[in-house]
């Protein structure tokens, strides 16, 4: 092994007396610093859309959710109760009822849905940084909602002069006779305005919890599910199994549950985002590999004189493997640095910008310099030992009859 990687290392750093062989070198070599910069500009532009839509989410979802396993509904009863007074005093947890409801203000009619929450709810998922207009209703409001940005538009709503007309059909079975009869409905003024980029919260209108279970004809224990904040990660591994051994009958879910659609469209487009990156990596790769042709042609006098030495054939083929490999890891090297460079500089001076305000989204990650240099050096070291198959025996017979 000394012996091919000392032959490598000459001829990566001697120049051919042939000027194009050093020309095709350093362009192949420019190629890999080309690729590899693109790839991992790519992977932490993707990290820095998730790591923003994520952050958007976290103030919409909660941490943990339990909810039935069967019905939209149930009752809390004495031994939930003692479940929940067993959690952590770091752990908060709101009690949430949720229903399809039709929206009516003047002539504008929207189906949407209708949340009532606890005076807790803010602090499991604060939603009350997102108001744009208004606030929010306090601890002993009554009768007031908040509603969504794209759904006021809808509604054409005027916060703190309409009153948000809302109807559900009456619990019960049979034939309906009039709707006086089978129609609930509720007038509560609207206060605040939220604005939230997670599409999901595009739908809901938010009550006094009370309001809504009124509304539903529900009892003061009846709810739809519970949302639950823990301090960190290790509290919420704690929580999650806890609940999983209390609760059994219950469904309990983490955002990433919650939100498996969203979350399964974020790594769907950076798994694609990569695989189209990585073909543009394996044809600069390919490049390399046409390099390393050139260079075993223009030193046919050496593998012949490596022959005649005595050189077994692998060996001949290792010395050209190692100089491809060190061609790519160089490159790799240099292309590394400029993508952190470039990363770096987005994040600190903002050079790419969205809005005026807003700065186009990028992460630095780790994970992202280890998926690059595995990239690079699987598929350059491929690159550089199919090349270097092509040194076979009759290449060295041939050399030695001339």
Same mark, same amino acid.
């Given at each position: 092994?000394?012996?091919?990687?000392?032959?490598?290392?000459?001829?990566?750093?001697?120049?051919?007396?042939?000027?194009?062989?050093?020309?095709?070198?350093?362009?192949?070599?420019?190629?890999?610093?080309?690729?590899?910069?693109?790839?991992?500009?790519?992977?932490?532009?993707?990290?820095?859309?998730?790591?923003?839509?994520?952050?958007?989410?976290?103030?919409?979802?909660?941490?943990?959710?339990?909810?039935?396993?069967?019905?939209?509904?149930?009752?809390?009863?004495?031994?939930?109760?003692?479940?929940?007074?067993?959690?952590?005093?770091?752990?908060?947890?709101?009690?949430?009822?949720?229903?399809?409801?039709?929206?009516?203000?003047?002539?504008?009619?929207?189906?949407?849905?209708?949340?009532?929450?606890?005076?807790?709810?803010?602090?499991?998922?604060?939603?009350?940084?997102?108001?744009?207009?208004?606030?929010?209703?306090?601890?002993?409001?009554?009768?007031?909602?908040?509603?969504?940005?794209?759904?006021?538009? &809808? =509604?054409?709503?005027?916060?703190? %002069?309409? $009153?948000?007309? +809302?109807? @559900?059909?009456?619990?019960?079975? /049979?034939? !309906?006779?009039?709707?006086?009869?089978?129609?609930?409905?509720?007038?509560?003024?609207?206060?605040?305005?939220?604005?939230?980029?997670?599409?999901?919260?595009?739908?809901?209108?938010?009550?006094?919890?009370?309001?809504?279970?009124?509304?539903?004809?529900?009892?003061?224990?009846?709810?739809?599910?519970?949302?639950?904040?823990?301090?960190?990660?290790?509290?919420?591994?704690?929580?999650?199994?806890?609940?999983?051994?209390?609760?059994?009958?219950?469904?309990?879910?983490?955002?990433?549950?919650?939100?498996?659609?969203?979350?399964?469209?974020?790594?769907?487009? &950076? =798994?694609?985002?990569?695989?189209? %990156?990585? $073909?543009?990596? +394996?044809? @600069?790769?390919?490049?390399?590999? /046409?390099? !390393?042709?050139?260079?075993?042609?223009?030193?046919?006098?050496?593998?012949?004189?490596?022959?005649?030495?005595?050189?077994?054939?692998?060996?001949?083929?290792?010395?050209?493997?190692?100089?491809?490999?060190?061609?790519?890891?160089?490159?790799?090297?240099?292309?590394?640095?400029?993508?952190?460079?470039?990363?770096?500089?987005?994040?600190?001076?903002?050079?790419?910008?969205?809005?005026?305000?807003?700065?186009?989204?990028?992460?630095?990650?780790?994970?992202?310099?280890?998926?690059?240099?595995?990239?690079?050096?699987?598929?350059?070291?491929?690159?550089?030992?199919?090349?270097?198959?092509?040194?076979?025996?009759? $290449?060295?017979?041939?050399?030695?009859?001339?």
């Amino acid at each position: 092994m000394k012996f091919p990687l000392y032959i490598a290392k000459r001829y990566l750093k001697s120049k051919s007396g042939n000027n194009i062989i050093n020309i095709v070198t350093i362009l192949a070599c420019l190629g890999v610093v080309a690729g590899t910069t693109a790839l991992f500009i790519v992977l932490s532009v993707f990290s820095g859309i998730e790591n923003y839509s994520l952050g958007i989410l976290k103030a919409s979802t909660p941490d943990l959710r339990i909810s039935p396993k069967k019905g939209k509904t149930f009752i809390i009863d004495e031994h939930f109760s003692e479940v929940m007074e067993g959690l952590s005093h770091t752990t908060f947890y709101t009690k949430i009822l949720e229903e399809r409801a039709f929206f009516k203000n003047k002539d504008k009619e929207e189906i949407a849905y209708i949340k009532g929450v606890d005076s807790l709810f803010n602090k499991v998922t604060p939603l009350d940084s997102l108001i744009i207009v208004g606030d929010w209703f306090d601890n002993n409001s009554k009768n007031a909602c908040i509603t969504e940005y794209q759904l006021t538009r &809808k =509604l054409d709503l005027n916060v703190y %002069s309409d $009153l948000l007309q +809302v109807y @559900v059909p009456k619990p019960g079975k /049979g034939y !309906i006779t009039t709707s006086t009869k089978t129609i609930n409905t509720i007038k509560p003024q609207v206060v605040g305005v939220i604005s939230s980029q997670n599409q999901d919260e595009n739908k809901y209108v938010y009550v006094p919890l009370t309001l809504c279970q009124q509304l539903l004809s529900k009892t003061p224990n009846e709810i739809s599910y519970i949302d639950l904040a823990t301090e960190n990660d290790e509290q919420l591994n704690k929580t999650l199994k806890y609940l999983n051994q209390k609760l059994p009958r219950f469904k309990i879910e983490k955002r990433e549950e919650i939100n498996g659609s969203f979350y399964k469209i974020l790594n769907s487009e &950076k =798994l694609i985002a990569y695989l189209v %990156s990585l $073909l543009v990596v +394996v044809l @600069v790769l390919s490049n390399t590999s /046409g390099t !390393i042709i050139m260079v075993i042609v223009d030193k046919k006098k050496d593998i012949n004189t490596l022959s005649n030495l005595g050189t077994p054939l692998k060996n001949i083929r290792l010395i050209f493997s190692i100089y491809g490999f060190f061609l790519n890891l160089a490159g790799m090297i240099i292309g590394i640095g400029i993508g952190v460079l470039m990363v770096r500089m987005q994040l600190y001076y903002k050079l790419i910008m969205i809005t005026p305000s807003v700065a186009y989204p990028i992460a630095f990650e780790w994970g992202n310099i280890w998926i690059v240099s595995t990239t690079i050096v699987v598929f350059g070291a491929l690159a550089s030992v199919l090349a270097s198959g092509r040194i076979s025996k009759k $290449l060295t017979t041939n050399n030695r009859q001339q």
